[in-house]
């Protein structure tokens, strides 16, 4: 259980061999870098984690305004004590929409990582796992490795359930409801867009990373970044021909909601031409002037009936020999 009173969220001392233990605020106070990396992990709605954060003179104040931001998008920045790191993941909290991607921030250091969220993010909680385990990372760019992977892992995910939806969407195509498949569609479409928008600068960010790597990264680290960044560039290679998939699923969806209605309305229109005919013999019989044929004969109505049906009838067959309907 997290205590919403403290600066931190979590904080680590790595022993550089996967392990690591817990650090209370003292600890971090006091800490110096020959002890080894630490991850300190705030969140920037806490009070005292923002007091903590911005009463830090070892910090920078535009690097503390970006930890601190509310809205950010994927970006690396180097300066001359470490990195800002900017990544965002699917939100996979509960009652979330995937799409709605969460934000880490990360202050990078050869002997430090400070970490801030504004949402809980799963990759973080792995990572914890991870460390408590055993099995966490042994440097700081291992760190950003091992963050890396496990949020394209979850992007994968994402892309891949929205795909399915797709292909399920285009089967349903002929014969699901049009109405309900449009309204489908177009979420799938937000959703793509949405997710689209901060992967392409995520992209660009690791690109960066893995082609400047500085003293952080060492080369294997930075080859990890590369392929994750291949990685996210499939996933938008993939986002792109889901796009364009829906697209063409909506045009369909479109065409076929034409096409019924037109149907409807050349029925319609059949109809009204079978009808008129008859419409007018009606309004000629009905009217109230002197003169009228068979206003004394008996049959006369019956005689009228008859008429009006062979009229219509022929009308039907005429219709039918011209393959108006």
Request: overall charge negative.
């Amino acid at each position: 259980m997290e205590d919403v009173n403290s600066a931190f969220v979590c904080a680590y001392l790595l022993d550089g061999n996967g392990a690591g233990r817990r650090v209370e605020p003292v600890d971090i106070e006091s800490w110096q870098p020959g002890q080894g990396l630490l991850w300190a992990h705030i969140d920037i709605h806490r009070p005292a984690s923002r007091q903590w954060l911005q009463s830090r003179k070892d910090i920078d104040d535009h690097i503390e305004q970006a930890l601190l931001a509310d809205e950010t998008r994927p970006r690396a920045i180097e300066s001359e004590r470490g990195m800002l790191l900017v990544l965002r993941g699917v939100n996979t909290n509960p009652g979330a929409d995937p799409d709605d991607m969460v934000a880490i921030r990360l202050w990078l250091e050869k002997g430090r990582i400070i970490s801030s969220r504004r949402r809980k993010l799963l990759s973080i909680m792995d990572i914890r796992g991870a460390i408590e385990a055993g099995n966490g990372p042994r440097t700081t760019g291992a760190f950003v490795v091992s963050l890396v992977e496990r949020l394209a892992e979850r992007i994968g995910q994402a892309v891949d359930n929205i795909e399915e939806a797709v292909e399920q969407s285009e089967t349903q195509s002929g014969t699901g409801d049009p109405a309900e498949l449009r309204s489908r569609v177009g979420s799938l479409r937000r959703q793509t867009a949405a997710i689209r928008r901060y992967l392409a600068p995520q992209r660009d960010a690791l690109d960066r990373l893995y082609r400047h790597p500085g003293a952080l990264f060492s080369e294997h680290e930075a080859t990890e970044l590369r392929e994750q960044a291949d990685r996210i560039t499939r996933y938008l290679e993939d986002l792109d021909l889901i796009r364009e998939r829906a697209i063409v699923l909506q045009e369909e969806l479109m065409n076929r909601i034409a096409h019924e209605q037109n149907s409807r309305m050349y029925l319609l229109s059949v109809v009204a031409a079978v009808f008129l005919p008859l419409t007018f013999v009606t309004g000629l019989l009905g009217m109230n002037v002197a003169g009228l044929p068979g206003t004394a004969t008996p049959a006369a109505f019956s005689i009228a009936v008859i008429l009006m049906a062979v009229l219509g009838v022929g009308l039907a067959i005429f219709f039918r020999w011209m393959r108006w309907i």
